[in-house]
């Protein structure tokens, strides 16, 4: 594409700000392609439709923009390999929601789209009506997005120390930020011994007790330069471990305020609390939407399940139905069982998650997180389920492979 069809480009787009309408790239390497999706999009209310014919020498469709589409309909040519490698290879924040086009299908293209991002895929010919209506969910969805909400906050917890609430709580946070696309924070209020960061493969330089001691002098922009960004999408607020933090150093106060301005930027934070109940950890669990427990299947466990839970409804006044407990490296074989914990926590239900060494010691040993290592595997789903659970929707989302099998069969 040429200066000009770049200016072009860029002056729709800027209209289309004005206007609050989303701005829609459709590009190929074929103008009758462009020509003929642009035909059957051009009257959608609420969108404007530019388009890009790619003729620049580079593989990457959005190569050179100065300001990114909202939605992407990609046309995959001769060169679909290299394209949509281009597109998997951007940090998740420069892919817009993307459909992908076709004159075929096979196994190795459709799975490059998927790992791509692409939301829909289409086979020529295709049903017009179909991608009107396609184009109209995604709107939906991204106007959703941009609805003002009020943030929720989980706060995960140990009820006896190893349960893995650090473990689970990473990668719970990963496949909220990944495949439900929502804007996560993940906060290690362990301000002397954290590490969680460390499963991700990051290193803090910037902590959460420097950022607590600052925040007077904070707004969102510069609270950026306190997180660590994993390739997911996922904002991580860790802890410098090379300088130990004393209790005595921390605002308790600003704690509040610091959670409030995190709020500002994310739809989500999970906390992740070290076990020990202080101004910090209390903070955290009061303002908490829900408290997730992580307890094993043995006698100290539950023991220290049942004061913690006593604690969190007795002094802290937190109903029941906050609460979430979780039984991990569940074995059914065990000589406890799930009846057996409700009834000692007297707390009504009880996820659990599978007891998967092998996956789990990649995992930390990698510092990639469970859904890279596993994707399919039994302590994944679970990680899902209980991701959905507590508001995600990795379990609700249909795959590609299902739309398009819906599609192909009428169904």
Same mark, same amino acid.
């Given at each position: 594409?040429?200066?000009?069809?770049?200016?072009?480009?860029?002056?729709?787009?800027?209209?289309? !700000?004005?206007?609050?309408?989303?701005?829609?790239?459709?590009?190929?390497? +074929?103008?009758?392609?462009?020509?003929?999706?642009?035909?059957?999009?051009?009257?959608?209310?609420?969108?404007?439709?530019?388009?890009?014919? &790619?003729?620049?020498?580079?593989?990457?469709?959005?190569?050179?923009?100065?300001?990114?589409?909202?939605?992407?309909?990609?046309?995959?040519?001769?060169?679909? !390999?290299?394209?949509?490698?281009?597109?998997?290879?951007? &940090?998740?924040?420069?892919?817009?929601?993307?459909?992908?086009?076709?004159?075929?299908?096979?196994?190795?293209?459709?799975?490059? /789209?998927?790992?791509?991002?692409?939301?829909?895929?289409?086979?020529?010919?295709?049903?017009?009506?179909?991608?009107?209506?396609?184009?109209?969910?995604?709107?939906?969805?991204?106007?959703?997005?941009?609805?003002?909400?009020?943030?929720?906050?989980?706060?995960?917890?140990?009820?006896?120390?190893?349960?893995? /609430?650090?473990?689970?709580?990473?990668?719970?946070?990963?496949?909220?930020?990944?495949?439900?696309?929502?804007? &996560? /924070?993940?906060?290690?209020?362990?301000?002397?011994?954290?590490?969680?960061?460390?499963?991700?493969?990051?290193?803090?330089?910037?902590?959460?007790?420097?950022?607590?001691?600052?925040?007077?002098?904070?707004?969102?922009?510069?609270? +950026?330069?306190?997180?660590?960004?994993?390739?997911?999408?996922?904002?991580?607020?860790?802890?410098?471990?090379?300088?130990?933090?004393?209790?005595?150093?921390?605002?308790?106060?600003?704690?509040?305020?610091?959670?409030?301005?995190?709020?500002?930027?994310?739809?989500?934070?999970? &906390?992740?609390?070290?076990?020990?109940?202080?101004?910090?950890?209390?903070?955290?669990?009061?303002?908490?939407?829900?408290?997730?427990?992580?307890?094993?299947?043995?006698?100290?466990?539950?023991?220290? /399940?049942?004061?913690?839970?006593?604690?969190?409804? !007795?002094?802290?006044?937190?109903?029941?139905?906050?609460?979430?407990?979780?039984?991990? !490296?569940?074995?059914?074989?065990?000589?406890?069982?799930?009846?057996?914990?409700?009834?000692?926590?007297?707390?009504?239900?009880?996820?659990?998650?599978?007891?998967?060494?092998?996956?789990?010691?990649?995992?930390?040993?990698?510092?990639?997180?469970?859904?890279?290592?596993?994707?399919?595997?039994?302590?994944?789903?679970?990680?899902?389920?209980?991701?959905?659970?507590?508001?995600?929707?990795?379990?609700?989302?249909?795959?590609?492979?299902?739309?398009?099998?819906?599609?192909?069969?009428?169904?």
């Amino acid at each position: 594409m040429n200066r000009h069809q770049s200016a072009n480009v860029a002056e729709s787009f800027g209209q289309l !700000r004005q206007d609050q309408s989303l701005h829609l790239l459709i590009a190929s390497r +074929k103008q009758q392609d462009l020509d003929q999706l642009t035909s059957i999009l051009a009257g959608t209310d609420g969108l404007v439709v530019s388009s890009r014919l &790619v003729c620049n020498g580079h593989c990457d469709p959005l190569y050179g923009l100065e300001e990114l589409p909202d939605l992407l309909l990609f046309r995959a040519g001769v060169a679909w !390999r290299e394209e949509l490698e281009a597109i998997k290879n951007r &940090v998740p924040q420069q892919v817009p929601m993307m459909l992908v086009f076709s004159d075929h299908c096979d196994s190795d293209l459709l799975t490059s /789209a998927m790992r791509a991002g692409a939301r829909d895929f289409f086979i020529e010919p295709f049903d017009e009506q179909a991608v009107v209506n396609s184009v109209q969910s995604l709107m939906t969805e991204f106007h959703s997005r941009g609805e003002q909400v009020d943030a929720t906050l989980t706060a995960f917890m140990n009820a006896k120390g190893g349960a893995g /609430a650090s473990l689970i709580a990473t990668n719970v946070a990963q496949i909220m930020a990944q495949v439900s696309e929502l804007d &996560v /924070a993940l906060i290690d209020l362990d301000i002397q011994f954290g590490g969680l960061p460390y499963y991700l493969d990051l290193s803090p330089k910037h902590g959460l007790v420097e950022a607590i001691q600052r925040v007077d002098e904070l707004d969102e922009m510069a609270l +950026k330069g306190f997180f660590l960004k994993h390739v997911s999408g996922l904002d991580v607020l860790g802890n410098n471990t090379d300088e130990l933090a004393m209790l005595d150093d921390i605002p308790f106060d600003k704690l509040g305020q610091l959670l409030d301005l995190i709020s500002q930027s994310h739809s989500h934070l999970i &906390v992740d609390l070290p076990r020990h109940i202080n101004l910090l950890t209390t903070t955290v669990l009061e303002r908490a939407d829900q408290i997730v427990l992580v307890v094993q299947q043995s006698l100290t466990s539950l023991h220290d /399940a049942v004061r913690l839970i006593r604690f969190l409804k !007795r002094d802290l006044a937190i109903d029941s139905d906050r609460i979430l407990v979780v039984v991990n !490296r569940y074995d059914k074989k065990s000589a406890i069982s799930l009846a057996d914990i409700q009834k000692s926590l007297k707390h009504p239900s009880s996820l659990t998650l599978p007891n998967a060494y092998k996956e789990v010691s990649e995992s930390i040993q990698t510092a990639l997180p469970l859904h890279s290592v596993s994707k399919r595997g039994a302590i994944t789903k679970a990680l899902m389920k209980l991701e959905t659970e507590i508001g995600g929707h990795s379990m609700n989302r249909p795959g590609l492979i299902s739309r398009l099998f819906a599609r192909m069969t009428g169904a």
